[in-house]
Structures are given as C-alpha cells and as structure tokens.
C-alpha cells in the first residue's frame, strides 16, 4: 500500500488569496491525481499530474485556476487561486501504485473561504 | 443512463447484520472495481479491489463482480458499530482515473 500525507490538513482563507497544498507519498507511484469533495458528496476530479509536464484537467478545471506541479514521482502540489466561497471544499490527492491499478488518498485539506 | 450508479442510502442495520452495498454501471470498458471505505472526515481508504468476475473474500468483506450484469456487490458479514462509515464503489479503466460512485451511507447500531 501507499501512505499519503498532505499539509496542511485545514486553513480558512480570505477571499481573494490563494493556498497551496502539498502532498507526499511514501511508496514508488505512478499516476498522481487532485480530487475535491464537497461535504456529504463524492469525489470529484480536478486533474492529473504529470511529472515534468502540465497537468491534465477535467472539464470545468483550468490551469489559471488551480495550477499544479509535479516535481518528482512522489511530490505534487495543488494551488487554490484567487480564492472566493464557492472553493470551500475538501482537496483530496491521491496516487496509483507502481505496477497496480491500486489507488490510495491522503487525508485530505478542509478549505473554508470568507 | 449515468456511469455509475449507487444508493445513497443511509442504511441502517443492526450490529451483527449482513450488509449488501450494491453499484451498477454502464462502462463495458471498465477493466478494474474497487470500494472505498470513508470515516467523516478523513480520506477514502482503499477496502477492496478485483479485476475480474466473481468473488473477492477479505475477513468479514467479500466483494462480488458480475460483469455480463454489469453490477458489484460488497457483502460486510457480522456487521460492527466500526463499520459505520460511507462506501463508495469506483471503477477503472484504460484511462487511469477512477469513476466514483455517490456513495452509501452505512450506520450499524450497537
């Protein structure tokens, strides 16, 4: 299995700043992926991020909006920019492990925006 | 006809119960079925994977696959008050990226 950590676990942010949100994860991955999940909903999926090149974003995701890097195989960051309300939400990443389809999440980051 | 498709519930059994959590789907191309189990706030946590037709048993879990019905079942045998959580099924595909049902809220009482 693979163990996911991100930082920070919860921030309450202004409107109009922007957050970035780390994630590590301790085992050889492949695939790295953002989600979000409003409170009592699924998952939904943000992008995928792809090592030395950019993301891939889902529709109604855009890079301007929430940029993401990938470093290395086992480090990405999800940026939330020029926050407003409607981005309170939990961000959740996730990881495939190497030579499986198996998928692993971090704890997730609780955002609120006022 | 949506992707996926998975009662919201909230279930409730008592302890000891046999718990059923059922999803369908409409992907033929889906290649890999997996449930997640999700505490109130924390992470989803990977419970059961299979790439095939059948049954999967794990302790007091079995996951069941029929793909020709394109439907798959989570069984919890024995039910406990820790098994309260939400359950989301997910499949996979050639794609990469999982497809996520809404999730079955699971209560069991003590």
């Known amino acids: 299995s693979a163990v996911i950590s991100q930082k920070p676990s919860r921030d309450i942010c202004q409107r109009g700043t922007s957050l970035t949100i780390q994630c590590q994860v301790d085992s050889q991955v492949t695939m790295m992926f953002w989600y979000r999940q409003q409170p009592g909903q699924s998952l939904t999926l943000i992008a995928t991020a792809n090592q030395g090149s950019e993301a891939t974003y889902e529709s109604g995701f855009v890079i301007d909006k929430f940029p993401i890097s990938r470093p290395n195989l086992t480090f990405s960051t999800l940026t939330v920019s020029n926050m407003s309300p409607e981005d309170s939400s939990i961000y959740l990443c996730?990881?495939?492990?190497?030579?499986?389809?198996?998928?692993?999440f971090g704890p997730g980051t609780r955002l609120t925006v006022t | 006809q949506k992707e996926v498709e998975q009662d919201p519930g909230p279930l409730s059994v008592p302890e000891g119960a046999i718990v059923s959590l059922n999803c369908t789907y409409s992907n033929s191309a889906f290649q890999y079925f997996m449930w997640y189990r999700q505490y109130s706030r924390k992470g989803p946590e990977l419970l059961m994977y299979t790439y095939s037709s059948g049954n999967k048993e794990d302790g007091r879990f079995t996951a069941q696959v029929d793909k020709s019905s394109k439907y798959i079942s989570l069984f919890i045998r024995d039910s406990q008050p820790s098994d309260s959580a939400t359950y989301l099924c997910a499949f996979g595909g050639s794609q990469g990226n999982l497809i996520f049902g809404k999730g079955t809220k699971l209560s069991v009482k003590p």
């Open positions: 996730s990881a495939r492990l190497a030579g499986t389809y198996e998928q692993y």
